[in-house]
């Protein structure tokens, strides 16, 4: 008897001790991996100023949203679809899909990571040793000094003025540069990180996906060939996930998906010192300075003065957010058309931000 009612009593003290989730390591929430069904937190729980939430509301209905989410804590504290209609197909809502653009990079940048942390390749090896040799136009020894981790940087060296930007065939791929020495947004080298998975894996990129990542976290949708971009589509809950994963540092539900910390650190940090704001196909918004797609030029402070500056992002043509706010536990979500003339939508998002402003309290 008294053995049971020592084990009674170590079980009570280790409940009464049990440390409550604090900011930046809380008990995430995560949906189930199947089926529709999402815990939510109201604004009103989370003391946030509701009286500015139409104005927000306003502010993504007339910029062309068609989904926006927050997540906090993994819940849902806001889920808005916009948009009567879609080119009369019907209404926009959950189960909508949408492009992601090259929001998705950042799903292509994951899978590397879990591609290394199999031992199937190295970034810091020859981009032909997946590839082949001649995937480029360049002289074998040229070719060489592309790795993997040149074209996760956007800095292979290679020319994204000779041609299509995305045109990856090997006639349109030219030197310009040393590799590491120039940043430019350039789809082409972008695009056969793809093929670099299924020549070091042996399986097709989309299978690759849906086994490593999509399956492991309750994500649908599928990879897209537009023109020479592999684009993927899904609904707007799907992209929340995959921003929920990555705030859980690679954790879903107790289940390690990315088991590399180390990659993981590098993906969401500056990976080089020429675009501070530019991770491993990621953008960081705590810099000095950052680039933008097609200029050669640095400009002052971060892309998005508004947010929290410990946000990073994957953004998109066309104004396709998915944003990690670790110091708030928050992932925010956006899909639709575009709010501006603009490549990546970035003074957009930063007006999202000072409405969020108004609304979530600081501190």
């Not at 000094?145 to 994204?160: A, E, P, R, Y």
């Not at 530019?278 to 402070?301: A, C, R």
Request: charged share 20%.
């Amino acid at each position: 008897m008294k053995k049971y009612t020592f084990l009674i009593l170590v079980l009570l003290i280790s409940c009464s001790e049990k440390q409550e989730p604090t900011p930046g390591n809380p008990e995430f929430y995560f949906p189930p991996v199947s089926g529709n069904t999402w815990e939510n937190i109201t604004p009103e729980e989370l003391n946030w100023n509701i009286s500015e939430i139409e104005s927000l509301k306003t502010l993504l209905a007339d910029n062309g949203t068609r989904a926006f989410i927050i997540l906090k804590d993994g819940k849902i504290v806001m889920e808005e679809y916009f948009g009567n209609r879609l080119a009369g197909s019907q209404p926009f809502d959950e189960n909508s899909l949408w492009y992601w653009a090259s929001a998705g990079k950042t799903l292509t940048a994951t899978l590397i990571g879990i591609a290394q942390e199999e031992g199937k390749l190295n970034i810091q090896n020859p981009s032909s040793d997946y590839l082949g040799k001649g995937w480029t136009s360049l002289t074998a020894s040229q070719e060489n000094k592309i790795t993997v981790w040149h074209q996760l940087t956007m800095t292979s060296g290679l020319d994204d003025g000779a041609g299509s930007r995305d045109d990856f065939t090997p006639e349109n791929l030219k030197f310009l540069a040393e590799p590491g020495t120039r940043w430019a947004y350039h789809n082409a080298p972008y695009t056969l990180l793809d093929k670099v998975i299924e020549g070091s894996t042996g399986i097709s990129f989309p299978q690759y996906f849906n086994d490593k990542l999509a399956s492991k976290i309750g994500m649908t949708g599928s990879w897209q060939r537009v023109d020479f971009n592999n684009v993927f589509f899904s609904n707007a809950r799907s992209m929340a996930r995959f921003g929920l994963l990555i705030l859980a540092e690679g954790k879903w539900n107790g289940d390690l998906v990315i088991k590399d910390s180390n990659y993981f650190g590098q993906m969401i940090t500056q990976s080089q010192d020429i675009n501070e704001a530019y991770g491993y196909l990621w953008w960081l918004n705590d810099t000095e300075s950052f680039m933008i797609p097609q200029v050669q030029v640095k400009l002052p402070n971060s892309y998005a003065p508004n947010a929290p500056s410990d946000m990073f992002c994957g953004l998109g043509k066309d104004g396709q957010y998915v944003c990690v706010i670790p110091s708030q536990n928050l992932v925010l979500v956006r899909m639709g058309l575009s709010p501006d003339a603009s490549l990546v939508p970035f003074t957009f998002l930063d007006d999202i931000w000072k409405n969020l402003g108004n609304i979530i309290p600081s501190g």
